[in-house]
């Protein structure tokens, strides 16, 4: 089952840096935009397969437009990723 997350790209002095505000704690770091996101997608793909196997309950992603952010140094994304076990448990 796809699923679709908004990511906050965020430009460092010398790197990008991404993460998910509905999924605390999923982070990455790539040298460009794309890498970073690409990265993202890979990190957010495993962290939800690890909250799968705990049990965890997977949040549902927020609306792109309801995401704050600093426009001046953020951008917001969207990150697909496949949820692989049958029976997800998601947030009410």
Known sequence: MAICYPVILEKGDTSYGSYVPDIPGCIAVGDTPEETLKLMQEALQEHLALMQKDGDVI?????????????NTETV???KVELQHIGERYAS
Not at 63 to 71: G, M, Q, R, S, Y
């Open 59 to 71: 949040p549902n992603p927020s609306p792109i437009a309801v995401i704050e952010h600093d426009e």
């Open 77 to 79: 994304h969207e990150v």
